[in-house]
């Protein structure tokens, strides 16, 4: 069971960068999937989740309008779209599984992540 993720890099603020988590193991539909990051120095903190089986789809507020999750069960593939990006979306940004979306637990323990760097 993994799950990886990539997409990540550098971009200049209001630009864009889709990041992908790629899911091997396991089917997609059975989880909630869930975006997490964690800037230096902050703890870590859920962005986006999506669960099919109930529909369920969630954002932080502060990420609402700009960020978008989505999911390919064909290539058991969740993405993060991320649009007007800030320089306070500067983090290492990693996906995990959980029961459902309001959980405050995952299944497995953290994947590498990849870096998202806003900056000028």
């Known amino acids: 069971v993994q799950l990886v993720e990539s997409g990540g890099g550098l971009v200049q603020p209001g630009g864009s960068l889709r990041l992908s988590c790629a899911a091997s193991g396991f089917t997609l539909d059975d989880y909630a999937i869930k975006w997490f990051r964690q800037a230096p120095g902050k703890e870590r903190e859920g962005v986006a989740c999506i669960k099919n089986s109930d529909r369920s789809i969630w954002y932080a507020d502060s990420v609402k309008g700009r960020f978008t999750i989505s999911r390919d069960n064909a290539k058991n593939t969740v993405y993060l779209q991320m649009n007007s990006l800030k320089p306070e979306d500067t983090a290492v940004y990693y996906c995990?599984?959980?029961?459902?979306?309001?959980?405050?637990?995952?299944?497995?323990?953290w994947g590498q992540g990849t870096q998202v760097t806003v900056s000028s």
């Open positions: 995990a599984r959980q029961a459902h979306c309001g959980s405050m637990l995952i299944f497995g323990s």
